[in-house]
Structure formats: C-alpha cells, structure tokens
C-alpha cells in the first residue's frame, strides 16, 4: 500500500516541511507590509483577557467554530515567555494547527484527482483519458504537484485560516463521492463543520442533493420524489439536509451558548459593510479594502447600517439566484464522479461573482478547483495570472498605491472575466450536449488567452505611470520633501555636492537627486580608532575641498561634523530647516579677506568665484561675504550673486 503511494508521500513531506518552516521563519507581506490576519486573531484573544467572552459580550464576522479551534491555541501561546518578537508563539502555534488541515487538503487532493482521473480512465476503456501534463505522472500526482508547486496556498497559510474551511469542503466533497454506503452521512457532517467556520463550505449541500437522485424536473415531482421505490425519491437527499442542519444547529447553539442574537453576527456585519475589492465595490464607489466598520465590542453598532448602496441588490440577489438555478436544473450526467467536483467548483465561482467582496485569501479555493479540473498548461498559466494580480491588488495597489484607482478596476475586471470564463470551461466539461460542451471549452479559452495577453499589455503599459504615482507619494510623504523640492529649484546655485555624515540622507535623498547633485556620505571609521569627529572633519576637507556644497543632517542620529564646521575657514552661507533636515550652504575660504567700510556694519568679501567668461556673453560672479560685528553677537554670513555683460 505504501509502496503504491510513494512518490506522493515523498511530496507530502517535502510540502509540510517547506511549510513548517516558512511558519517558522517566513513573514507575510514581505518588505512592502505587515500583512496577516494573525495579528487580528491574537488581538482577539487578548480582547478575551479584559473579560469580554464571545457570543457574550463580543460580536465576530466569523461562524462559531472558528473561535472555538483559534482562542484555546492563544491561551496555550500565552503560556510561552515571548520572544523578543512576542508574535512568534502565537504565529507558530496557530500557523501549526493550520497546517494539519493544509496537509489534508493536499491527501484530499491526491484522492479527488485520483477519482477524477480513474473515472476518466474508465470511461476512455483503458485508454488514457486524462488531459495535459498531469496525465504523464501516476494518478492524483499531477494535481498534487500543480497544488504544491502554487505561491497563493502558501502564502494564504502564513497569514489566514483559509486551508480550514477549504480542508472541510474537499472532505465533504471526497466523502460524498467515496461510493461508501454512508459516505453521504460524514459529508453533511463536514460540511456543517465547514459551514461553523466559514460560510463557503454550505455549497456542497446543493451538490449533494443532485448526487443522491433527486432529480429536478416536473415528471420527477410527479413520479419520483415521493415514491419510496424510485432511486429519484428525496429520501437520501432530505437525510443529507437534516444530517446538514442537525449540526449546525446542535452544535452551533452550543458553541454560541444558546445566544441566537449574537450567532448570526458574521451575517448582519456583511450586510451593513460596505462592499470591497469587488465589481460591486468598483460600481458603489468604494475603493478600499474589507473594513469592517465596527469594534467587536460594540454591540449596539452593529445594529446601524455603515454603507448606504445605491446598488438594487434585492435584484442582483434575484438575478444571480435565478441564473444559478437554472444552471443547476440543467441534465448533467450525475452519475460521473466529475458532476459534483465541477458544479461544487461552478458554485465556489457563482458565490464569489456575486458576493459583495474579495479578500486575497478566497483565491484559494478557486485554485483547488483549477488544479482538479484544469491541470493543463493553460490551468498553470491561468493560476499563475490569478495569482499576479492578486498580489497587484492587495499590496501594489492597497498599500503602495492607494490613490491609482485604475490598478483596483483593472484587478477586478481581469478576475471577474477570468473567473466567467473559467466557470463556462468548467461547465464545458459536464454540459450535457456534447458539441455545445466542445464549444463553450473552446470559446472559454480563447476568450481567456485574450484577456491575460490584454492584462499583461495593459501592466506593461501602466508600469510607468505606477513608477511615477510611487515616486510621487514617497516625496509626499518624505520627511524632508522641503528641502528635496529646495534643492531641485537651485538651478542657478555653483553647489553640485551633497554631503552628510548620516547613512540614511543617501538613502532618502538619492533616488530624487542623483541627477543633479553629487551625494557623498562621510564615514568616520578609522583602524587605528581616532576620534570619529577628527576622521569626519579630515575626510570632510578631503571630500569638499575649497567647492561649495550643501550640507544636510537630521536630529537622529547625531551629526559628528562639529569639528568640521568650526575651523575658521569654514562658513556656513545659508542655513535652513525644512521638514526634519537642517539644510546648511556652504563655503571654504583660504588666506586673508579683503575688507572695506561701508556705512553700517564692516563687510568682509571672503572669497569671489566667477564662470567662465566670453567676449559678448554672460558671466556669474559670486560674492561671499560675513559682516563684523562687536559685543559679543555672531557674524553674519551670505553671498551674493552678480550677473554682468564682459565687452570687447
């Protein structure tokens, strides 16, 4: 038996691992953000710690489970001291329960693709039947690989408890094509298990119903549902419903204490928020992501609506319920083991399409779909895209680029055509017309090649406005944006060197002056461990000479330049503080000044510097000059600059 799964074995254990230790070691968001909703679940228990209970004293967006298998792994991860990074026990803990159910959904993987492909095997009389690539390795391995290989699953385990649910709709869904005589009972038990942590899983119960007989026709109604003899009677499908229902109801109000006001929170805050990353958010005029726009402990906030919807939704409710009954009355073939894996991954899409939002994480279960029932080199390329612009919408566009609300419509509209035409390629594959099936697969992908080639032109295209919307922020937002625009305006100043002795002005002034200025940062190391200011005012002589240059520092860390900048030949021109950075001009004058009295305070012209001169044009001559001053008060420095006709 082991012998015979091997190869999947060996890829199980390479794909826990590699997770385990991404949990471990690996933070979400990389260098753009923070992102994760770990943080929110331990916020959660530590919400707990002040005396408010949940389904108490505290709403949540999520069904009961969830809490239930979350809030006792806090309390265990509160008993480790914390780490300099207090996250890590939490993180770590939460990010291993998590992992059993990715692990399971991985063998869930592996058994529904084997299914799939003997089924298909079957069919084809021996022959090989399984389409793309995934048919060269032995059954179920290709969709395992597909499914490891993905960026999206990872990721969505580091900081979401996605692969939960998702775990319990692959079980119900496996166990209910088991062929086992009670397989039927374990999958409305899974599905209401999946249902109590999040509300997706409910769409396995419209595919159960179809799989256990019930057909949906007049002549059914007439001569099959209620006749006990018929294999079309509602006796099977009616138990899964109860069996569905029984639990969610028993052990739902136990898990909420019996409090049925609190225990359909998760459902009023969804109505009363407003609609995110989403074709209906793009419509209602609302481009942020999915806030929730009340406290968990505010009860009675939760009871006011917090987005007025100028949206008919009565009518798109009807619309979209009205399109998916009509495709689910349709004659599938019910009796093939990929009927039910289609019309559940049909329904998932039909869900998201008419749901008001989209968070990242849901593009998970889609991705479980397209690696059971598209593992082609199209299927590769099409997650591949799906992926990319989830990550274009939730960290290029939400964090970085807020403001270029083009990037959110082109998302949204790029996901929603490709989840259509990914719903009519599955569809394609059950229809019950054999050409019209041929068809719309075929139409499917060509309209889908077309619009991954129209989305990657259209990034390519909007690459450089988004480089010039980034840039743009980042001065916005630059501490010193001041003396950055300061510099940029000193078009007719001699000064072409930027110096500081912090590391951080070269990081923060580069990428705006680099091609105007000079940026040199003045290290003051020395192996023989000379006093750092002695080194900076050396290395300071060494680098400016007797050129002018601007000087720029900030309060933190401590400038080391004081010994520089108190030698007598050194003089500051012109200070300013612009922002958080002192902006200073400076000049360096060798030998004696030349002096003369004027009425008024004694001028002292320092230094002169003139450009180059020709016959009939213009020259620069610039003036440095200090005045003298008596009782004690400090001299004052400036230039001045002359513009003068040179004639022959």
């Known amino acids: 038996m082991v012998r015979k799964h091997r190869l999947f074995i060996t890829i199980l254990v390479l794909f826990g691992v590699f997770r385990l230790l991404a949990i471990l070691l690996l933070r979400p968001g990389g260098y753009i953000s923070d992102a994760s909703d770990y943080d929110f679940y331990a916020l959660w228990g530590q919400v707990e710690a002040m005396g408010y209970r949940t389904f108490e004293n505290l709403w949540t967006a999520y069904p009961p489970l969830f809490p239930a298998l979350m809030l006792p792994v806090f309390e265990l991860a509160s008993r480790v001291p914390p780490w300099v990074e207090p996250r890590l026990a939490f993180h770590f803990l939460f990010g291993l329960e998590l992992l059993f159910f990715e692990c399971g959904n991985l063998i869930l993987i592996y058994r529904l693709a084997r299914k799939l492909e003997n089924a298909e095997h079957r069919t084809q009389n021996g022959e090989q039947g399984m389409e793309g690539w995934a048919g060269e390795l032995p059954s179920g391995v290709g969709a395992v690989v597909f499914y490891a290989l993905l960026f999206t699953p990872v990721y969505t385990l580091l900081g979401w408890f996605e692969a939960m649910p998702l775990f319990f709709l692959l079980l119900g869904l496996d166990l209910l094509v088991s062929g086992s005589r009670w397989g039927w009972i374990g999958s409305a038990v899974a599905a209401a298990l999946g249902f109590l942590t999040k509300l997706t899983p409910m769409m396995l119960v419209p595919v159960a119903v179809r799989w256990l007989g019930a057909k949906l026709n007049w002549r059914a109604v007439r001569d099959e549902w209620f006749n006990p003899r018929s294999p079309g009677n509602l006796l099977w499908p009616a138990l899964y419903c109860l069996a569905f229902v029984g639990v969610v109801a028993g052990l739902g109000y136990w898990l909420v204490g019996g409090n049925l006001t609190l225990a359909f929170s998760s ?174 697969r075929r139409i499917s992908t060509q309209v889908a090649w077309l619009v991954i080639v129209g989305a990657v032109v259209a990034g390519l295209a909007a690459t450089p406005r988004a480089a010039q919307a980034y840039q743009t922020r980042r001065l916005a937002e630059h501490p010193c944006r001041e003396a950055i625009s300061f510099l940029l305006a000193q078009t007719d100043r001699p000064a072409s060197l930027v110096v500081s002795d912090q590391l951080e002005i070269w990081r923060d002034f580069y990428p705006w002056l680099r091609n105007r200025y000079t940026i040199r940062i003045i290290d003051g190391y020395n192996p023989q461990d000379r006093p750092w200011a002695e080194v900076v005012a050396e290395r300071l002589d060494e680098v400016a000479g007797d050129q002018e240059f601007w000087w720029i520092e900030r309060p933190e860390p401590p400038s080391q330049a004081g010994l520089y900048f108190a030698q007598p030949g050194v003089h500051t021109v012109e200070e300013r503080q612009l922002g958080t950075c002192l902006l200073k001009r400076v000049a360096r004058t060798g030998g004696s000044a030349l002096e003369r009295e004027p009425a008024g305070d004694t001028v002292n012209p320092f230094r002169t510097r003139f450009s180059s001169a020709q016959v009939g044009a213009d020259f620069r001559l610039m003036l440095y000059w200090q005045t003298a001053t008596t009782g004690g008060g400090l001299p004052t420095a400036g230039s001045t600059d002359f513009d003068r006709m040179i004639y022959a």
């Not at 029932?373 to 997650?383: C, S």
Request: glycine share 6%; aromatic share 16%; charged share 10%.
């Open 267 to 440: 459902l009023r805050v969804n109505a009363i928020r407003p609609p995110w990353q989403s074709l209906w958010a793009v419509l209602d005029g609302y481009y942020g992501y999915g806030l929730v726009p009340v406290d968990m402990r505010n009860l009675v906030g939760l009871e006011r609506n917090h987005w007025e919807s100028r949206l008919p939704w009565p009518w798109i409710t009807a619309g979209f319920g009205l399109l998916y009954l009509w495709l689910y009355t349709r004659r599938y073939d019910w009796s093939s083991v990929r009927t039910p894996v289609v019309f559940t991954g049909v329904s998932l899409l039909w869900l998201f399409l008419y749901s008001k939002g989209w968070s990242p994480q849901f593009l998970v279960w889609v991705l479980a779909f397209i690696v059971l029932l598209l593992p082609t080199f199209f299927g590769v390329v099409l997650a591949c895209v799906l992926s990319v612009v989830n990550v274009i919408e939730s960290h290029l566009y939400l964090v970085l680029l807020p403001d270029e609300q083009g990037l959110l419509v082109g998302t949204v509209l790029v996901r929603t055509a490709l989840f259509v035409l990914l719903m009519v390629e599955f569809l394609g594959q059950i229809w019950p017309a054999p050409a019209t099936a041929t068809q719309l």
